[in-house]
């Protein structure tokens, strides 16, 4: 069993930033996957960004890409989202995921990981 917890969500002006993260405990990780998923209101859950166990690939959602940054930290079982030149449109609760196949394409799809967390609200207000 792993649980996620993942902290760092608020309310920010359009422009600003946030750093997301999330801490992974329970069983080892290793080979696995990570990512974040965000969903909106009356919206379905999308995916945004996976990075590998190396931490050596990474892939982002085209909307995110060269604003967002995903990192992992192994030492720390951690993943962390860097949120830069936020939008009213990234608003939505955003939710850590492990998919331990460490398959890359097939942690793209939220119906696919293995554990989540509980989320946390990312409001960016225009």
């Known amino acids: 069993q792993v649980q996620l917890v993942e902290s760092g969500g608020g309310l920010v002006q359009a422009g600003g930033s946030l750093r997301l993260s999330c801490a992974a405990s329970?069983?080892?990780?290793?080979?696995?996957?990570m990512g974040w998923f965000r969903q909106a209101p009356g919206k379905e859950r999308e995916f945004v960004a996976v990075?590998?166990?190396?931490?050596?690939?990474?892939e982002l959602t085209d909307s995110v890409k060269g604003r967002f940054t995903i990192s992992r930290n192994n030492a720390k079982n951690s993943i962390s989202l860097q949120m830069n030149s936020l939008k009213p449109e990234d608003t939505a609760v955003y939710y850590c995921?492990?998919?331990?196949?460490?398959?890359?394409?097939?942690?793209?799809?939220?119906?696919?990981?293995?554990?989540w967390g509980q989320g946390t609200q990312v409001t960016v207000s225009s």
């Open positions: 329970g069983r080892a990780l290793r080979g696995s996957v």
């Open positions: 995921a492990v998919d331990q196949t460490g398959a890359m394409m097939r942690a793209r799809v939220p119906g696919n990981a293995d554990y």
């Open positions: 990075i590998s166990w190396d931490g050596g690939t990474m």
